[in-house]
């Protein structure tokens, strides 16, 4: 950026081993609710993940040789310190991002204290196995230890939610880390490596590198230190990642996209069932990888379900986000506004019926937001399965409602994409709940409610939408090296 601009601008820097370091250049971040550049993040490469990884290496002695509980307790004083500051993180988030307020202040900054608790107290209860052979005077156990470093990439989502949803249980067993955010939404992320000292956290124990994913991601993936990465993002980045890392016979964690779809019986409560889906798929934009982007409905429902769900879309409001009364907020690209525009494009061209939303109503915006990435809840109908609306995850406040007969056809449909990550099905009929449940080829399966999660549950995907579950034993058994112990006596 020129100096001229660079005075108001916030500037980011690597944390790295206890310390914030300048970086030689840096990248433009914008707030995508006026669509100006509003900080500078480091664009930093091999040179910065060399550093931080090494810092990262010299920690870890340390730091996994300490009790669980005294990682607990500074856990705990790091989720404190978030919470105390919540209002501040949440601003921060729906700047940076172009979420709602509202989002920012209930789900994605609790969620993130939520989490360091959550682990600090899920590793106090894991236990190890022990089995005797008394024939062969043999007793075995099993004993769980850290890896190492653990290569941390998260996405632009839910920024702060979704990168200390793996730092926490990281740390918590003994790991150090090196986390690469997005570059995009990247200032939650320094704003928590401020705390991390007062909570007691140990120079190198966490070191946050910014920067892209070709330069940053990629020395930190190709890293021969680093024998684990958790990573959160798209399908084409993780086969990348797979490539990559493939030579070092690395450790993987891939939480990936979805296509999620609702399935809609004729005996829904549609009193619940509409509100929720319109939620689950324009909360936060429609831009989490839960949410719901077809819906299946069966036929004799088919028209009143569409004309209420529509009512109930056009009622959420679009603009800036942080005005409290605002549902939905910014997308977070001028490119991605695009890219997710163009799909609707494309569904139109192909014979389908846009409902509301993009290029039906006018989008009324404040003045400060006329030049953000701004788009209106939007409903397709009459969509082809084989269409890349049908297909594709599109990641935008975007969704595509068609009809069904029968629960073997819904059930076949709703298989037929690469994803397979989530679905929600509505019924009163317990039978046929838990059996389409089981059916569906999904990670999760959400049942008259959505994304109501316990996190000691295994949370992933199936098929394209990914590799590993995170959760309370997940996550553990993935941030741990098991060995088994055979003692003769």
Not at 241 to 247: G, L, V
Not at 297 to 310: A, C, D, N, P
Not at 406 to 433: C, F, H, M, P, Q
Request: aromatic share 8%; charged share 20%; net charge neutral.
């Amino acid at each position: 950026p020129t100096m001229a601009h660079s005075q108001a601008l916030l500037v980011l820097e690597n944390f790295i081993g206890g310390k914030f370091v300048p970086c030689s250049s840096y990248i433009d971040s914008y707030n995508p609710s006026t669509g100006d550049v509003y900080c500078s993040v480091p664009d930093s490469g091999k040179e910065e993940v060399e550093a931080a990884v090494k810092a990262a290496k010299d920690a870890f002695p340390v730091w996994s040789s300490k009790s669980p509980l005294e990682r607990s307790q500074i856990l705990n004083k790091l989720a404190d310190l978030i919470e105390h500051d919540l209002e501040e993180f949440a601003q921060a988030e729906s700047k940076d991002q172009g979420k709602t307020i509202t989002f920012a202040r209930t789900v994605d900054i609790p969620r993130a204290v939520h989490n360091f608790r959550f682990f600090a107290s899920s590793i106090l209860h894991h236990v190890t196995e022990c089995t005797e052979m008394p024939a062969m005077g043999c007793v075995h156990y099993t004993s769980r230890a850290p890896v190492g470093v653990a290569g941390l990439i998260s996405p632009w989502n839910l920024p702060l939610y979704l990168l200390t949803w793996k730092i926490a249980p990281a740390i918590a067993c003994g790991n150090t880390v090196v986390a690469k955010p997005s570059e995009m939404t990247s200032v939650t992320a320094w704003m928590m490596c401020k705390l991390l000292e007062k909570a007691g956290v140990p120079p190198g124990v966490v070191n946050v590198v910014f920067g892209t994913g070709a330069k940053a991601g990629e020395a930190l993936v190709c890293h021969p230190d680093v024998p684990l990465i958790s990573f959160t993002g798209s399908t084409l980045t993780a086969q990348r990642i797979t490539e990559r890392s493939a030579p070092h016979c690395k450790r993987l964690s891939l939480e990936l996209g979805g296509k999620n779809p609702a399935i809609i019986f004729d005996d829904a409560d549609l009193s619940q069932c509409i509100p929720t889906t319109v939620r689950s798929s324009f909360a936060n934009q429609g831009e989490i990888c839960l949410c719901t982007s077809r819906i299946f409905v069966q036929r004799g429902i088919y028209s009143e379900f569409l004309k209420r769900f529509v009512a109930e879309a056009k009622k959420w409001k679009t603009g800036n986000p942080s005005d409290p009364t605002v549902d939905v907020g910014a997308l977070i690209s001028k490119e991605h506004l695009e890219k997710v525009r163009n799909y609707v494009k494309k569904a139109q061209a192909e014979g389908a019926r846009i409902l509301c939303g993009e290029g039906v109503d006018p989008v009324a915006l404040p003045p400060g937001n006329q030049k953000g990435y701004f788009m209106l809840p939007t409903v397709i109908a009459e969509v082809k399965d084989e269409s890349c609306c049908m297909q594709e995850e599109i990641f935008g406040p975007v969704t595509c409602v068609v009809a069904f007969d029968t629960e073997e056809e819904v059930i076949k449909r709703a298989n037929s994409v690469k994803y397979g990550l989530a679905a929600t099905v509505w019924s009163s009929n317990v039978g046929r709940v838990h059996r389409v449940a089981h059916r569906l080829q999904s990670g999760l399966v959400w049942t008259n409610c959505w994304l109501v999660r316990d996190l000691n549950l295994p949370f992933g995907g199936m098929k394209a939408s990914g590799i590993g579950r995170e959760g309370a034993k997940d996550s553990y058994e993935f941030f741990t090296e098991v060995k088994t112990i055979t003692i003769k006596h």
